[in-house]
């Protein structure tokens, strides 16, 4: 019994010996490296395989490109800041009566190319039988005042005179037998504006024949200095140019406390004063 016990203690202490030589030798350390080395690799493998590490490397990207795309975006803005133009604005106006039909006509000079393609406008119209168009002439794509308008027509009317007038005013065409032409001015009452239109009766024929197309020559030039006579036109008082067979040839009516109507025919007076009077009704 004692002999095979010392036999066992013998085997284990041979083998306990065995595996320490195993382990010093150099072939078996660079066999557990090896072991190692892999199972470090594998461990890496599964990391960058594993669903997580996926989903970092992906919001990772993502939030890469969002800063790029920022920041192209901020500086495509600082680069272009000075190109971008304005959007153009619509033209903006109150009208001062109804009208069928609204043109904007640019303004062209010299006055004669103006006041044609007013009158064209006028003549070659699409408004019903009574209709009304109203023009509106602007300047750089800005609707003009009346101040402007006469100044670009050379009118006889100094500045302290052109200041009793309100610069909404509506050069319009009434259709009826024949196209009528029409001025539509706005004032601040009858006292202050009736010696004002007193003195431009001299010199109104000349400042406004072109646009009610009416030829200065050697049959018509009395016209400049004949005189404008008292009347009344729809039943409102009015001043009027005859000519020498006693036709309007232009007048000038006081529509109402605050509006003059500037035209050569009654029919287009008595639309304008209508129309008027439904503007008043409806505000």
């Known amino acids: 019994m004692e002999k095979n016990n010392k036999l066992q203690n013998k085997d284990v202490q041979t083998y306990a ?17 090896k072991i190692i080395h892999e199972e470090e690799e594998e461990e890496v493998k599964k990391k960058k395989l ?32 000075e190109k971008i133009e304005t959007v153009p604005i619509e033209l903006q106006f109150t009208p001062l009566i109804f009208t069928d039909k609204t043109a904007f ?16 406008n006028i003549k070659i119209t699409e408004v019903k039988q009574a209709g009304v168009k109203g023009i509106y002439l602007t ?12 100044e ?20 319009g065409g009434y259709k009826g037998d024949t196209p009528d032409l029409f001025i539509l001015l706005k004032i601040r009452s009858f006292s202050d504006v009736f010696n004002e239109m007193r003195a431009w009766e001299a010199k109104m024929f000349f400042d406004l024949h072109d646009f009610f197309d009416i030829a ?31 036709k309007i040839v232009l007048m000038y009516i006081f529509a109402d406390d605050t509006s003059i109507v500037i035209t050569n025919t009654e029919s287009a007076t008595r639309e304008v004063m209508l129309r008027l009077a439904g503007s008043r009704v409806k505000k």
């Open 17 to 33: 010996e065995d595996m320490a030589k195993v382990f010093e030798s150099n072939e078996s350390s660079g066999l557990i490296k």
């Open 50 to 81: 594993s669903p997580k590490s996926r989903k970092d490397q992906f919001l990772m990207f993502a939030g890469f490109v969002f800063i790029f795309l920022a920041s192209a975006l901020l500086i495509y803005l600082v680069i272009s800041k």
């Open 139 to 150: 300047e750089n794509k800005k609707i003009i005042g009346f101040s402007r308008f006469l």
């Open 105 to 120: 006509v640019e303004i062209e000079l010299p006055k004669e190319k103006m006041v044609l393609n007013i009158l064209n």
């Open 152 to 171: 670009l027509i050379e009118a006889n009317l100094t500045k302290d005179k052109i200041s009793v007038f309100g610069d909404n005013f509506l050069i």
């Open 216 to 246: 200065v020559n050697a049959s018509t030039k009395y016209l400049l200095t004949k005189d404008f006579e008292d009347g009344i036109i729809q039943n409102k008082n009015a001043r009027i140019l005859y000519d020498d067979k006693g």
